[in-house]
């Protein structure tokens, strides 16, 4: 057929509609060109991961495991099969406005099974881990459900415990429980995050009415970010200015309640939706106006003070420094929450990245030779296994201060408030920075959401910010140590706690060669640690001293010195990390586990030496030492690379809590699967 007739023939067909019949192509082999082998089968387990599991989780294991059971196998928490397995996870694709819906309804179904029992009217340190290791389980499934309970239990019920008395106990607290009292925390304002005392919100008393009048005076005071404002919660607690008598008192905490119970908005109050958001759009941020709201004289939370029925200011707490800082401590829950969190968030993407790595291979290495897996490239272990070693070392930190946050007493305040800072700031960095690589060493499949490495940094971006900027806190910290040094020079005493005792001693000597045995010497570990500390804190000191001394103020000369603040800040924090591993590590008896433990805290240490340029900066390492340092990492990483499946699989995280690319990816990814 000529090419005249073949155009006239295919004009004919598309104009009578006659189609040649599609070739047929023949069905896609059951057989993938690419098996999945499960790792299982070849990466041996040479340390007893149970026996891990409970040093990392450190609590209510059985609780934990029987939470994960629960949620695995009820509907409401969105059970798929894929590739053979089912998974468990929220649904992303639903509207911000269904995703909200969904997490009240899973609320309401841990409540009837009596997850949240005993969450504020327990009385002892038990009830209080119970509620911290569930919570911490609830924000491995999702982040906006941990952070909608958070908000309704560690910082609404908590600043009913930690502010209220013996009244607002009574009144409140079981109705929290029981959530027919629903909860937020209004603090943040638009014009106002991190630094509270400056907020704008006013209150001031009636003693006719014996009432509070609150007020929103302009519109950089709209309290904003109000988790569980804009659909969900009937009460709040305000923070605002107190005024009496036209003297202001600073800021103090006020029930509010912003709907009635069948969900209306209370008269003089105005609430807005904050809009969707990149993350956590199962939380029902708002806004609120309060328009000369009336609350009755019993609705201040009065422990730290008071005002009596006729209008006189009472408070134990004469200075006003000291009395704002103890209306902080709510915030102290809130952040060691938020570093706990970030640690288990890092653990599922490690968990997911490294199993990915231990199944997917890439390139030969030799013609007719096969594919080498991810994890078998040295420059892939480089990339997860420091990772994985401070994940371990941070978890163990995290453990230590939840402890010390339960065992509190106000000898203990300014430690935990310290330490709360420093891991809040350093554990959400670490966080954030441990998904991107893990999204990165997932290529393209980390993108998708189903595999949750990506969306999990949408989902936690917001921790570096929240209950306090971590640049902030960092700064705050120094500031802190800046005062602990001028106070131990004044009185010409030692230094006495926050773990600065080691200041008394004489500086640490760094040895001028540094073989593997020294590297990994916890003794040396120590030193490096502690003079890189010390030396940071008298640069900082004398910095800020001779400002002063120039004639600047010192908060002004606080300010100036913002880079030996940040690089002090991350010494603390590394600093204390490195002793709480030690503390573990000590404590374990002698056998492979304790072998493991030492490999990760030398890998911990070394990797931290490596990334702080303060140690070639200012000398504490020679270059030559330096470069030790890092050849000793990349043998770390071929030492811990026959261990990677077993470091994740202790952290205990069910499979069902993990992603289609953590196990058989290519069944996963199947025609059966589309078809099904």
């Known amino acids: 057929m000529d090419r005249a007739s073949w155009r006239a023939q295919i004009l004919k067909n598309h104009l009578t509609q006659q189609h040649p019949s599609p070739p047929q192509t023949p069905p896609l082999s059951w057989t993938p060109c690419l098996g999945y082998s499960p790792p299982e089968l070849a990466e041996p387990t040479r340390f007893d991961t149970d026996a891990m599991r ?11 495991d029987w939470l994960f059971g629960l949620m695995s196998q009820s509907r409401l928490f969105n059970p798929r099969k894929l590739g053979g397995r089912v998974f468990v996870s929220p649904d992303y694709n639903q509207s911000m406005e269904q995703q909200r819906e969904m997490t009240m309804r899973r609320i309401e179904f841990l409540l009837e099974t009596g997850v949240f029992e005993g969450w504020l009217t327990g009385k002892t340190v038990e009830d209080e881990l119970r509620k911290f290791a569930l919570n911490e389980v609830v924000g491995i499934f999702d982040h906006s459900l941990a952070i909608k309970l958070g908000v309704h239990f560690f910082l609404w019920g908590g600043a009913i415990q930690f502010f209220g008395t013996e009244r607002h106990h009574v009144k409140w607290l079981r109705d929290t429980e029981n959530y027919v009292v629903k909860g937020c ?3 943040t304002e638009l014009g106002h995050g991190s630094n509270v005392r400056g907020i704008e919100t006013v209150t001031t008393y009636d003693p006719r009415a014996r009432e509070f009048i609150i007020n929103t005076p302009c519109e950089s005071a709209q309290k904003y970010w109000i988790g569980g404002a804009a659909n969900h919660a009937t009460h709040t607690v305000a923070f605002s200015q107190l005024h009496i008598n036209g003297i202001n008192q600073g800021v103090h905490a006020f029930i509010v309640q912003i709907r009635d119970a069948d969900g209306n908005i209370c008269p003089n ?7 969707h958001k990149i993350g956590l759009n199962g939380v029902d941020n708002g806004r609120i106006w309060f328009d000369n709201v009336r609350i009755p004289w019993e609705n201040l939370l009065n422990s730290v003070a008071d005002v009596s029925p006729d209008g006189k200011y009472l408070s134990a707490i004469k200075d006003p420094d000291q009395r704002f800082a103890a209306f902080l401590a709510p915030l102290t829950a809130g952040r060691v929450n938020i570093a706990v969190s970030a640690i288990y968030s890092a653990k599922i993407g490690l968990t997911i990245a490294i199993r990915y790595a231990l199944s997917r291979r890439a390139f030969s290495i030799a013609p007719n030779q096969p594919e080498v897996l991810l994890l078998d490239y040295p420059s892939h272990q480089r990339r997860l296994l420091p990772l994985l070693a401070k994940t371990y070392a941070m978890s163990f930190s995290a453990n230590h201060l939840k402890m010390i946050y339960m065992k509190r007493t106000p000898e203990l305040n300014k430690t935990i408030h310290i330490l709360s800072s420093a891991f809040k700031a350093s554990f959400t960095w ?5 998904l991107q690589e893990c999204r990165e060493a997932c290529g393209g499949q980390g993108l998708k959401t189903e595999n949750r490495v990506g969306h999990l940094k949408s989902e936690k971006d917001v921790q570096s910010t929240f209950e306090g900027d971590n640049n902030v806190l960092m700064q705050q910290i120094s500031k802190t140590l800046f005062a ?4 131990a020079r004044k009185r010409n005493k030692p230094f006495k706690g926050l773990g600065l005792e080691h200041m008394n001693g004489p500086c640490p000597v760094i040895p001028q060669q540094l073989p593997s045995t020294v590297l990994r010497s916890g003794h040396f570990q120590v030193d490096a640690f502690h003079a890189r500390e010390r030396d940071l804190l008298k640069r900082f000191a004398e910095e800020i001293l001779q400002r002063q001394a120039q004639g600047e103020m010192k908060e ?9 603040a940040e690089d002090l800040g991350r010494a603390f924090s590394e600093r204390c990390v490195l002793q709480n591993f030690l503390v573990v590590e000590e404590k374990s008896p002698a056998g492979s586990l304790k072998d493991m433990l030492a490999l990760l805290r030398s890998m911990y240490a070394l990797t931290c030496m490596e990334e702080d340029a303060s140690f070639l900066r200012y000398g504490y390492l020679s270059t030559e030492n330096a470069a030790a340092v890092r050849k000793e990492v990349a043998k770390l990483c071929s030492e811990l690379r026959p261990h990677a499946l077993a470091l994740v699989s202790s952290f205990g995280i069910p499979d069902a809590f993990l992603s289609p690319i953590a196990f058989n990816w290519v069944d996963a990814n199947s025609w059966s699967s589309v078809q099904h």
């Open 54 to 64: 409970a040093l990392l989780d450190g609590h209510n294991l059985r609780e934990r």
């Open 185 to 187: 925390f209004a603090m």
């Open 269 to 275: 109050i105005r609430i807005a939706d904050c809009g």
């Open 430 to 434: 670490h966080n954030m920075r441990t």
């Open 484 to 487: 602990e040094y001028l106070a």
């Open 556 to 564: 002004h000369a606080l300010l100036s010195s913002y880079q030996l």
